[in-house]
């Protein structure tokens, strides 16, 4: 066995996948493609914020959308009704993307008239944070109705993404929510991170998170 070999027999799977991540942005920068990795809990909104997007970006912007699901073509065929190209990962169980499902979905993808990459990840608030997909930014679509405490108890997830959209505020004179806790409970594990409360029922916000993107598109 060469040295070679056994060095990537050792090789941690997180590693391997770095590899393959690392692939993936070659592939979107060469494309000139922005990626983004949309990460949440089940019912978060993940898939009404990708419905939202589509509706307000500027008519230029070519959209194509990865889901990623445990099971089920649902989301995709939610999204391919706004025209947007869509490709579908059923993760057959597993609990989160990685750089390997991505890489194989974008295949199925004609890039050329595309600008922007929405992938929406498994599901889930704990291991989709560990796994780098190779999108140039993460996003995680919280909802208020999932409770202030989230930030404290899933830290890992909070601290892996650059913006929240705290989804379903239209909710907030139903359910107990303090704003203070939340935001402060991410500041507490990341403060660099920007915090855009938003409605997908009723509109409210979504503006915010528009600029946001329109303003990480013009740099690509
Ligand atoms: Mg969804
Ligand atoms: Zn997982």
């Known amino acids: 066995m060469t040295v070679e070999r ?23 920068d060469l494309a000139g493609i922005l990626g983004l990795n949309l990460m949440g809990s089940p019912g978060a909104g993940k898939t009404s914020v990708l419905e939202n997007t589509f509706d307000r970006l500027p008519g230029d912007v070519g959209v194509a959308v990865i889901e990623g699901d445990i099971a089920s073509q649902l989301d995709a065929d939610r999204v391919a009704v706004h025209g947007v190209q869509a490709a579908q990962i059923n993760t057959e169980g597993g609990c989160h993307l990685d750089a390997s499902m991505v890489q194989e979905a974008i295949t199925e993808l004609d890039l050329s008239p595309i600008d922007l990459l929405l992938v929406e990840n498994v599901g889930n608030l704990v291991c989709p944070a560990g796994f780098a997909l190779g999108t140039h930014h993460s996003v995680l679509v919280a909802s208020v109705p999932e409770g202030d405490d989230k930030p404290y108890k899933y830290p890992g997830m909070f601290q892996s993404v ?14 107990r929510f303090d704003m203070d806790r939340f935001t402060n409970g991410i500041t507490r594990v990341n403060p660099a991170a920007e915090i855009i409360p938003l409605s997908c029922e009723t509109g409210e916000g979504i503006e915010g998170w528009i600029s946001w993107l329109v303003e990480r598109l013009s740099k690509v």
């Open 6 to 28: 056994q060095i990537s027999v050792l090789t941690p799977i997180l590693d391997a996948n770095e590899r393959l991540a690392a692939q993936n942005r070659r592939a979107l």
């Open 162 to 175: 650059e913006v929240i959209l705290l989804n379903k505020i239209d909710l907030l004179p139903y359910v």
